[in-house]
């Protein structure tokens, strides 16, 4: 007879980083995430396949958003249409510190620093903690290298990626890839995942059915006995949740181009914020003071940058 499998214990210290893996942590991963770039003709064939569900969104915009598990991780997917010449997004989005800037929009996310890689190449160390309000002595920090892996005329490719992380995680990755549809649009993919053994996994879900269980995510699994929306919960919630802000840090990079430049940052930081604040049931955390003021910090400490 098989002994049933029992929950890991959540002590303060394990529920403190499971806390980070629901806001900070489900960034970015390798097998268990996204594809290799498939290049500029195949992301078109997957806008022409989706575009009526986008058309239809509930997210409020032309938007997809996907999520799996995966036998040994979790990944999510964000399709979408922006506004933005593909020009714009080359200029913005082929340097590692420009990326620097974008990631460290979000709450969680208190630095970043670009080095060299020994073998060549760049890498972007990110430095996470596991609640917002932590200081970055407690981060912990991903080092990614960094590869623009295709610049073509009409496509854009961005891949990172780190095989180590912490708590029990692994084989980060983050692929983004652009294409031109117009004049005007471009056509995104945002993919991410990460993977993670079964302790990691079973307490990753306990906490989310006890101290995470009024978490979810942005999948509608059904409707409740007043018609509202049920969404998705778990894991799968966890990895939307993060998708989405990675995605708003993304938009809000790309829409900040507008401002002079002296008032980029914050113009960038306040668009963040307002977009989170559409998906309060998913994305609420602090009230906009706090999340400037934090910023404002982080950036006097680390002399301005």
């Known amino acids: 007879m098989v002994a049933p499998m029992t929950v890991p214990r959540l002590h303060a210290p394990r529920r403190a980083w499971l806390a980070a893996l629901g806001l900070g942590l489900a960034l970015l991963g390798g097998n268990a995430g996204a594809a290799e770039s498939s290049g500029g003709q195949a992301l078109l064939d997957s806008f022409a396949q989706i575009n009526a569900r986008m058309v239809k969104s509930a997210l409020g915009r032309p938007m997809v958003l996907e999520s799996a598990e995966t036998p040994n991780g979790l990944k999510g997917d964000v399709y979408a249409v922006v506004d933005h010449r ?4 080359r200029g913005a989005l082929e340097k590692p510190e420009q990326w620097c800037e974008l990631l460290t929009l979000h709450i969680n996310n208190r630095r970043c620093r670009v080095g060299q890689a020994a073998g ?11 609640r917002y309000d932590k200081p970055v002595e407690e981060a912990f920090e991903l080092p990614f290298s960094y590869r623009v892996a295709s610049s073509a005329p009409d496509f854009l490719a961005v891949d990172m990626r780190t095989a180590e992380g912490p708590f029990g995680t692994s084989n980060y990755r983050v692929l983004l890839e652009a294409v031109r549809l117009d004049d005007e649009r471009t056509f995104l993919h945002f993919g991410y995942g990460y993977e993670h053994n079964m302790m990691v996994k079973l307490a990753t879900q306990a906490y989310l059915a006890t101290f995470g269980a009024n978490k979810v995510g942005f999948t509608v699994t059904g409707r409740d006995e007043n018609g509202q929306p049920v969404h998705i919960t778990g894991l799968r919630g966890l990895v939307e949740r993060n998708a989405m802000r990675y995605f708003l840090t993304l938009d809000a990079y790309l829409t900040g181009l507008d401002a002079p430049p002296a008032e980029r940052r914050e113009r960038r930081q306040r668009l963040w914020f307002t977009s989170t604040e559409r998906y309060p049931r998913q994305l609420k955390e602090v009230d906009l003071a706090t ?7 982080d950036r006097e400490r680390d002399g301005g940058r």
């Open 86 to 89: 593909l020009e714009e997004l």
């Open 120 to 130: 060549g190449g760049a890498t972007l160390t990110l430095s996470v903690v596991r």
């Open 291 to 297: 999340y400037l003021a934090q910023k404002r910090a």
